[in-house]
């Protein structure tokens, strides 16, 4: 595949660039084949990260005025870290999990592709929550090095806004998880279920003699 990709990209970019650009393409069109994904694009997605930066940005304007010791500050940065952190690395298991599950041979086609782009969907989905966890790690530690660094305060607001507009869209996405993950299970279970009613069709199409009927 990557040899495929090369031929479209330039041969100076290395191919991990390459393969996570094709990645992207893939997404997104997980994402095409779905109703409205604009829409949805919208509302999951942009209108928590509006609706984030509005509700904390007052809030770091507060921190910022009522001048908050470094310690205090500490504190909240590494735990807002941590949880950043922990959101991730969770993030990367349940989506390997969910890349490993396995489907058996003996449903129709119909349903396997059905089943396919379900966890394709949810994979999607989990990589949104990985991002904006990542993203908001990363604003977060910036917004810390800048009020070591003294900058302007308008920079240390919109900087902390930012990053509390990622740390809603986190939590907004983490509350998703619990159904995420029974949803991964039903589907499993489904598979299951639908693989023994395969074979017990199967042997009842077949007499005694082992002959099919006809």
Same mark, same amino acid.
């Given at each position: 595949?990557?040899?495929?990709?090369?031929?479209?990209?330039?041969?100076?970019?290395?191919?991990?660039?390459?393969?996570?650009?094709?990645?992207?393409?893939?997404?997104?069109?997980?994402?095409?084949?779905?109703?409205?994904?604009?829409?949805?694009?919208?509302?999951?997605?942009?209108?928590?990260?509006?609706?984030?930066?509005?509700?904390?940005? $007052? %809030?770091?304007?507060?921190?910022? *005025?009522?001048?908050?010791?470094?310690? @205090? &500050?500490?504190?909240?940065? !590494?735990? =807002? #870290?941590?949880?950043?952190?922990?959101?991730?690395?969770?993030?990367?298991?349940?989506?390997?999990?969910?890349?490993?599950?396995?489907?058996?041979?003996?449903?129709?086609?119909?349903?396997?592709?059905?089943?396919?782009?379900?966890?394709?969907?949810?994979?999607?989905?989990?990589?949104?929550?990985?991002?904006?966890?990542?993203?908001?790690?990363?604003?977060?530690?910036?917004?810390?090095?800048?009020?070591?660094?003294?900058?302007?305060? $308008? %920079?240390?607001?919109?900087?902390? *806004?930012?990053?509390?507009?990622?740390? @809603? &869209?986190?939590?907004?996405? !983490?509350? =998703? #998880?619990?159904?995420?993950?029974?949803?991964?299970?039903?589907?499993?279970?489904?598979?299951?279920?639908?693989?023994?009613?395969?074979?017990?069709?199967?042997?009842?199409?077949?007499?005694?003699?082992?002959?099919?009927?006809?």
């Amino acid at each position: 595949m990557i040899d495929e990709l090369d031929d479209d990209a330039p041969r100076w970019i290395p191919d991990e660039f390459v393969s996570a650009g094709y990645s992207l393409r893939a997404m997104f069109s997980v994402l095409g084949q779905t109703a409205a994904p604009w829409v949805k694009f919208l509302l999951g997605s942009v209108v928590p990260l509006i609706v984030g930066w509005i509700a904390c940005r $007052p %809030v770091v304007w507060h921190m910022l *005025a009522e001048s908050f010791s470094s310690d @205090v &500050l500490s504190g909240v940065v !590494a735990g =807002l #870290l941590a949880f950043g952190a922990l959101i991730a690395g969770f993030m990367v298991s349940i989506m390997l999990s969910t890349g490993t599950i396995e489907l058996h041979e003996e449903l129709e086609h119909e349903v396997l592709e059905n089943y396919v782009l379900k966890l394709k969907y949810l994979l999607v989905s989990q990589a949104s929550t990985l991002f904006a966890s990542v993203v908001m790690t990363v604003l977060f530690l910036a917004w810390y090095v800048a009020i070591g660094m003294q900058a302007a305060e $308008p %920079v240390l607001v919109e900087l902390g *806004a930012a990053a509390g507009a990622f740390l @809603v &869209l986190t939590l907004l996405r !983490a509350c =998703l #998880l619990p159904m995420q993950i029974y949803e991964i299970r039903e589907i499993h279970m489904e598979d299951v279920l639908e693989a023994s009613q395969a074979r017990l069709e199967k042997k009842y199409e077949q007499p005694k003699g082992g002959h099919a009927t006809e």
